[in-house]
């Protein structure tokens, strides 16, 4: 329009014009706050129930909308009485089960059988004028699948059968969600790490909160690695160009690699192998005597003693960006004794480019299971994630998980 304004312009008949001034929608009615026929707001109040979509039901497909459509404005109607006297106007071929989602969504999801004009009935039974309806309910809600199949008759209301559908949709969600909880619970308990942010890790994945990130687990969406890869990426704090150098010491003899521990100052650090952390394990570090700084992940039961008995010796300390390529990392490896079993265990390893540093096995003549003990040198645990599921999946293993 004038001044590349936008302009509306409105199109209609005389007849048009007539219902949109006086009709159902007319703006005196519902806008401009006039006192009109308390019928009209009945009707207007219908026709939003048709629009709207029902509770959690995303928005309705173009056939879904005029298959609601037709059978609320189109077809028959049926008035059915509740059994103090409150009419109920329903689609024709309603059911009971109908009748109940028309009155409220609970009590159709409640629903367990119906009495009509004081007569048990089938909920497949077809509603006639005047009908009265006693709805049988159940303490929980129960609905059934095979109440949105239309051919077998239970419901004929589309908006009836769509508040099934969402019921269902919640029940499956929340049991996708469940697993996918289970499933990240179990996991970083067999890599050994304690109170993730699943908060943050979620968000480096792009995904909405905690639920979402269990929600894509559970539909397979995102797997184990993928969170490994992110708590990995999370964990790696940018390199601190200030930070003060500090005295070097292999952490394993012989490997000809050293770690650096930002917030300790100008001391020495050892790993410490009893827990062997590794990138991105929550540390802390315990000053000794004479051996400098020896770094143990904060849920390690030696570190947890001393901080009791001598507090003060504690340290906080986290890891920085100047790491060694390779880490040791024990683990125990759970089987059911076989031939050749540690010949796979070594050749998959091999193919991985993982290097063992030693090996304990003990053996169960008794109930024929052989545990393994083995000490591996991994680069985080992106790697450690791929190298357990791996062995897990061999032969006859049954159990694999960070010591």
């Not at 129960?142 to 004929?156: E, M, N, T």
């Not at 050994?192 to 995904?207: S, Y």
């Not at 990130?213 to 200030?242: C, E, F, H, S, W």
């Not at 020896?294 to 570190?303: A, L, S």
Request: aromatic fraction near 6%; charge should be neutral; glycine fraction near 8%.
């Amino acid at each position: 329009g004038p001044e590349h304004k936008t302009v509306e312009i409105q199109i209609r008949t005389h007849e048009m014009h007539q219902h949109a001034e006086l009709g159902v929608a007319a703006h005196w009615s519902y806008k401009e706050g006039t006192a009109a026929n308390p019928s009209y707001h009945k009707k207007i109040n219908w026709l939003r129930s048709i629009l709207e979509p029902i509770d959690e039901e995303k928005k309705p497909s173009d056939s879904d909308f005029i298959e609601r459509f037709k059978s609320e404005i189109f077809e028959d109607r049926v008035y059915a009485m509740t059994p103090e006297g409150d009419v109920i106007d329903l689609p024709y071929g309603a059911t009971p089960l109908d009748f109940a989602y028309y009155v409220h969504t609970n009590l159709g999801h409640c629903c367990k059988g119906a009495k009509i004009n004081g007569r048990i009935a089938p909920l497949t039974h077809q509603l006639n004028n005047g009908d009265v309806v006693e709805v049988i309910r159940s303490k929980n809600p129960k609905p059934s699948r095979d109440w949105l199949i239309p051919q077998l008759g239970y419901l004929a209301s589309t908006r009836a059968r769509a508040k099934v559908r969402v019921w269902f949709r919640r029940q499956d969600q929340e049991h996708i969600v469940a697993q996918g909880q289970a499933l990240l619970e179990k996991e970083l308990k067999r890599l050994g790490v304690e109170h993730p942010h699943v908060t943050e890790i979620a968000r480096e994945l792009h995904l909405d909160g905690a639920t979402g990130l269990y929600a894509a687990l559970g539909n397979g969406d995102m797997t184990i690695n993928d969170v490994a890869r992110a708590l990995q990426k999370l964990t790696t704090p940018k390199i601190n160009k200030t930070a003060l150098p500090v005295s070097r010491e292999q952490f394993r003899p012989g490997a000809g690699q050293d770690v650096r521990i930002a917030g300790v100052g100008d001391l020495l650090t050892v790993m410490g192998q009893c827990c062997k952390p590794v990138p991105p394990d929550d540390i802390s570090g315990y000053i000794t005597q004479g051996r400098g700084v020896t770094i143990h992940r904060k849920d390690c039961g030696n570190v947890l003693r001393l901080n009791t008995t001598h507090p003060e010796r504690i340290l906080e300390v986290s890891w920085t960006a100047e790491r060694p390529d390779k880490y040791p990392v024990d683990i125990l490896i759970e089987a059911y004794d076989r031939g050749g079993l540690l010949k796979d265990i070594t050749a998959m390893l091999a193919t991985e480019r993982v290097n063992i540093v030693g090996v304990n096995l003990k053996n169960d003549d008794a109930s024929m299971v052989i545990k393994i003990d083995m000490t591996l040198e991994i680069s985080g645990l992106d790697e450690l994630s791929r190298i357990l599921h791996k062995l897990r999946n061999l032969n006859n293993v049954f159990s694999v998980m960070r010591q």
